[in-house]
Structures are given as structure tokens and as C-alpha cells.
């Protein structure tokens, strides 16, 4: 018997969008058709049935770094993320220094366990001693942790060029995707050491000290990294021109590459950070929100297809804590001041707003960006990021005429703010579901703590994606 008929919605599906029927028995769609019945109904006469988001970049309850402790719990997360239409998300277990991988996955395993949405995790390696390249990492990626993330810059974190190459090495012979933060450490440290002798501690500082072209230098070492190891790789956050060029390039000369961007990279530019720190700390994230025309160009190589998807890099402080973004005062220096914006909630409305609302993109190549080619890069596909047959009931309804004008203090996310703050948004998601159960409704979560299931991923191809 089937559980639950979702009626006559538009529904965005792989292969075409049309008004129809889908049947949900026990979590997962059982049929999609015309005049289907269940023991249940919703009408979804003139809403739009989109597969639940996949967010594959966001930060969730990672430890204190030197600069701030991060305001989410999983718990406040993943309710912010279905509020937004999300309903799985691949974050990150970090290794601390010394520890072994199988501890960091099964302390993170077990603060996830407090999840509302289902979850995946990418291995962030700190520290790739001999035994955790030889042993651990090929445990872990076995046990269903299948992808890696490492960053090419920050102290303490950053892996040098020889030990990347050991990482992908790895990471092919283990079928492993590999994430990476691409930006030149040394032109960052650099950049910021002058800043800081000519006085500067301002936000606009922030931008100045990584820009465009520190970007492009790594994302363009990390591509001929992963040609050198005939690995592929996926580029975080890609914010500008010429980093999105590297890309073009690469892919033109037949290199399988993978990249994203993040929707405050199509939604705001720099000038949100010319301001009093104590108002606009807010917005310090890394890499940098860029001048207005690398905004565009972002936008252009995402209709173009350079960029494969759009994540939140969910990553939240509060401002008014003592771990948040204002640490040292109202004054806190560029260079202190956490990097990180909400974004879990956000990233779908805001993006929906600009670019199905707007009319830049069409609803299946939105339903792609930020579901189905994500889950795809991710081996989460088709368990999830589609609306077919056989697939997690995790649909996400829209209402394509409802505004909202957004507030942090709605968004759930304890960050207490959104860098959207009092932006009208066109289109909401008004009912969100997971494998068939409620878990937000008109932007109220209404999911249970800890029904969130963890997601792990067995081997699977490199995918092409459109
Ligand atoms: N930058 C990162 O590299 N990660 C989290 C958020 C941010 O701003
Ligand atoms: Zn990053
Ligand atoms: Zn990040």
C-alpha cells in the first residue's frame, strides 16, 4: 500500500519537468505517474517538486581553530538545512593532529548522530603521517568515508605538493574523491604581512589580501597535481574569472576536473566588506567575495557549465560571542576576525531567487546543480539527488510565488544572522521532505533530532556531469 501520494506538483524530473503524481512507500518513491492514490495526500497544485538539496560543502561542529568555535551543533545545522530545502549534506570529520582516521570519523559519526537530515562525511587530513596514508586512509575510504578533503593553504592545516601527490596517490588506488581549498599560502601570508606594517586591520583588507590571482595559482597547481597523479580532483569555492578560466582550460585539453562555487559568490561582491568590522565581520569568508565583475563572470561559467555546483560552505560563527567573529572587540583585525558565513538555509532560496526566479536557469539544470551533481560526485547517487523511481522520498516543494524576506533570527542556525539579512527572496521551499517524513514546513523545521541517517558509500565511477 502506498503511504503517501504527493498530487499533481510540478516535478523536475532527470529527464523532463512535468505536472504529475509521486507515490512515497516506506521513505522512498514508489511510482511517479498520473492518478496515482495513497493512504495519505498533499496537494501540490502549483508548486514544484525539486529533489531535496544535497550540500556537499559545510562545516559542522569542527573544532576550535585560533580564530573561533563554530556556532552549530548538527543538530541546528541539518534543522537549518531542511528549513532550506536541503536534506543531505557530505561535511567534514577533521583529524586532529595525531589522531588516527577511524577516531576522527567515529567522534564526528558520533556528533552527527544528532542530525535531522542524512549525512556523509570527507576525510580533512591534517596530518598524513606514513601509517595514516599507508593503512588508515585506505580503512576509512573501504568503511564508506570515500572522499578527502586537504587545503593548499593555512598554517596547520595545508599540505605541501609532495604530500598532495601522496594523498591522490592514495586516494586512486582507494577510489576516493579528493576535495581541495585551493589558494597560495605564501602570496596570502605575504600579502597580509603588508597590510598589516602599512597599518591596516580594516575588513576591506581581508579581500586584498587573497585575491583573484592567489586563487588561480592553486587551482591551477592542483590541476596539474591531479593530471601528475591521474587522479581528478574537486575545486572548492571558485570565486573569479581566472580561476574558473583555469578550469575552462584544463577541461578543454580533456582533463577531468570537478569545481563549484557557493551562492555568496553569485549573490554579493566585495563591497559588503567596506565597513565597520563590527557590522560587516559577518561576511569574512575564504576565499573573499570579489569585485562585481568576477561576480558576473562566476555567473557566466555557471551557465556555461565550468561550474558543476553550488554549495552554502555552511561554516557559522556568532557575532556577539567570545568565540565568534568579533573576538578581540568591535575592532577585531581582518586577520583574526573567523572566516565563515551561515549558509545551510540560504543556499537554496537565494539561489533559486537569482537564477530560476530571475530566469538565468532552467529548473532542471538547477535541480542538477544542487542536488544531482553533487550527489553523483559524492556516490550518494541515485539513493539521492533525483526524483526517480527508487530514490529517497527526499523531495523539497516550492512554492514559486511565495517571497520571503529573510532574517537570521528565523533561519534556525544558531549563527543568529544571515548575510542575506532583510533580502525579499521569490520562491520558498514550503515542504520538505526525508525518505517520506515532514522535516520542514513554511520555513519551520519539523524534523526529530537524530533521525538523520548516516550515508556511507560504497565504490563508484567518476561521473560526467552537465
Ligand atoms: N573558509 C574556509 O576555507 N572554510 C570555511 C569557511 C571559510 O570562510
Ligand atoms: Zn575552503
Ligand atoms: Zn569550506
Redesign the pocket.
Known amino acids: 500500500m502506498t503511504d503517501l501520494v504527493i498530487r499533481n506538483g510540478t516535478v523536475v524530473r532527470e529527464d523532463g519537468v512535468d505536472r504529475m503524481d509521486v507515490a512515497v512507500t516506506g521513505g522512498r518513491i514508489s511510482a511517479i505517474g498520473r492518478g496515482l492514490s495513497g493512504a495519505r495526500t498533499i496537494d501540490a497544485d502549483g508548486l514544484i517538486v525539486l529533489p531535496g538539496g544535497v550540500d556537499n ?1 559545510c ?1 559542522i561542529e569542527q573544532p576550535v581553530s585560533k580564530n573561533g568555535a563554530s556556532a552549530d551543533t548538527f543538530a541546528t545545522a541539518t534543522a537549518s538545512a531542511a528549513v532550506g530545502g536541503t536534506t543531505s549534506i557530505v561535511c567534514f570529520a577533521r583529524q586532529a593532529e595525531g589522531e588516527t582516521l577511524a577516531r576522527t570519523v567515529e567522534a564526528y559519526r558520533e556528533k552527527a548522530s544528532r542530525s535531522v537530515v542524512d549525512h556523509a562525511f570527507h576525510v580533512m587530513i591534517i596530518d598524513p603521517r606514513p601509517e595514516v596514508l599507508a593503512d588508515e586512509l585506505p580503512a576509512v575510504v573501504a568503511d564508506g568515508a570515500r572522499s578527502i578533503k586537504i587545503f593548499t593553504a593555512y598554517d596547520g592545516q595545508m599540505l605541501p605538493d609532495p604530500q598532495i601527490l601522496d594523498v591522490l596517490a592514495v586516494a586512486k588506488r582507494t577510489g576516493a574523491m579528493v576535495a581541495v ?1 585551493a589558494e597560495n599560502h605564501a602570496a596570502i601570508k605575504f600579502r597580509l604581512a603588508e597590510l598589516l606594517a602599512a597599518g591596516r586591520t580594516d575588513a576591506f583588507a581581508h579581500a586584498e589580501s587573497r585575491p583573484g590571482i592567489v586563487e588561480a595559482e592553486a587551482v591551477r597547481r592542483m590541476i596539474t597535481l591531479s593530471e601528475t597523479a591521474g587522479h581528478p580532483v574537486h575545486l ?2 571558485v570565486t573569479c574569472d581566472l580561476a574558473a578560466e583555469e578550469i575552462r582550460r584544463a577541461r578543454a585539453r580533456g582533463v577531468r576536473v570537478y569545481s563549484e562555487t557557493c551562492t555568496h559568490y553569485l549573490a554579493l561582491t566585495e563591497d559588503v566588506l567596506k565597513g565597520p568590522m563590527a557590522e560587516v565581520a559577518g561576511f569574512v569568508c575564504s576565499p573573499p567575495m570579489r569585485p562585481e565583475a568576477d561576480r558576473r563572470a562566476v555567473w557566466r561559467h555557471l551557465i556555461e557549465g565550468t561550474l558543476d555546483m553550488v554549495s552554502s ?1 555552511h ?1 557559522s560563527f556568532r557575532m556577539d560571542d567570545p568565540m565568534g567573529k568579533l573576538k578581540t572587540g568591535p575592532d577585531t583585525p581582518f586577520d583574526k576576525v573567523a572566516n ?1 558565513m551561515p549558509g545551510l538555509a540560504t543556499r537554496l532560496p537565494v539561489l533559486f531567487d537569482m537564477a530560476v526566479s530571475a530566469g538565468r536557469i532552467g529548473l532542471e539544470r538547477f535541480a542538477r546543480l544542487t542536488a544531482t551533481n553533487p550527489a553523483k560526485l559524492y556516490g550518494l547517487y541515485p539513493r539521492k539527488g533525483a526524483v526517480a523511481v527508487g530514490a529517497d522520498a527526499d523531495l523539497a516543494l516550492w512554492d514559486p510565488t511565495k517571497t520571503v524576506t529573510l532574517r537570521g533570527a528565523d533561519l534556525v542556525s544558531r549563527a543568529g544572522y544571515t548575510p542575506y539579512e532583510g533580502r525579499t527572496v521569490t520562491g520558498w521551499p514550503v515542504l520538505v521532505l526525508s525518505r517520506g517524513d515532514v522535516v520542514a514546513r513554511d520555513g519551520r523545521p519539523e524534523g526529530a533530532e537524530g533521525r538523520g541517517e548516516y550515508l556511507p558509500r560504497g565504490a563508484y565511477a567518476w561521473p560526467e556531469l552537465h
Do not use: E, K
Request: hydrophobic share 10%.
Open positions: 560543502h562545516h581549498h572548492f569555492h560552505d561554516s565563515g
